[in-house]
């Protein structure tokens, strides 16, 4: 589902970070910082963010405008999938986040599987990139790149963390309620179809 309203004020926001990053006009700098501030209020409107929150999150950017990438482990056990329990909204999700700097996205599903479930894992492939907007997820200020990695479980035991409050493997006809800011339920059922497949092709946009 595509939410023309987010992608036009990620687009304005995108045009005027660019525009307060190289120009030198102070009307034109004038003329960015108030497309800034449309693009926030557009994404307050349409959304429950706060208008203050996301104008914070606006400024705080700099630079040529990018996507952010949030990678995603994909573990199985006897044909269920590991999900982690969300504090921020008591919802279910793959294990991941946004991906640090410093550590390439294998490293990162690796490190955040252990962070938020307890669970020790070896990535194995990648399965799948998403662009965020194309996929029925809930309103984000960020427009980002979903990167999907299976891994295979090698040890570890299951344990939350400050971000998660339980953990567990769930077969595809008893999903818990997804948190759908993170992962859907088309994701997740094709997550399923790949495993166990040795040649895939990988899901892209």
């Not at 950017?61 to 990438?69: A, N």
Request: net charge negative; aromatic share 10%; proline share 4%.
């Amino acid at each position: 589902m595509s939410m023309k309203w987010l992608e036009w004020a990620q687009q304005i926001q995108a045009i005027s970070q660019s525009g307060l990053a190289y120009s030198k006009d102070v009307y034109d700098i004038e003329r960015f910082k108030e497309l800034r501030n449309i693009s926030a209020e557009i994404v307050a409107e349409y959304s429950n963010k706060n208008l203050d929150d996301v104008k914070k999150v606006f400024i705080n950017e700099e630079g040529y405008q990018t996507p952010k990438v949030d990678v995603r482990a994909v573990i199985f056990r006897e044909d269920k999938i590991l999900l982690v329990k969300e504090k921020s909204d008591n919802k279910w999700t793959l294990p991941g986040g946004w991906a640090d700097i410093g550590i390439s996205p294998s490293q990162n599903a690796v490190k955040e599987v252990e962070e938020e479930s307890g669970y020790i894992v070896t990535p194995k492939r990648l399965l799948a990139v998403l662009d965020r907007n194309m996929h029925g997820h809930t309103p984000n200020i960020h427009h980002s790149y979903k990167l999907f990695i299976e891994c295979i479980l090698v040890g570890g035991e299951p344990k939350t963390s400050v971000e998660t409050s339980d953990v567990g493997f769930f077969s595809a006809d008893s999903l818990p309620p997804l948190s759908i800011e993170r992962v859907t339920e088309d994701q997740i059922k094709r997550m399923f179809e790949y495993n166990g497949m040795e040649h895939i092709e990988v899901w892209f946009d």
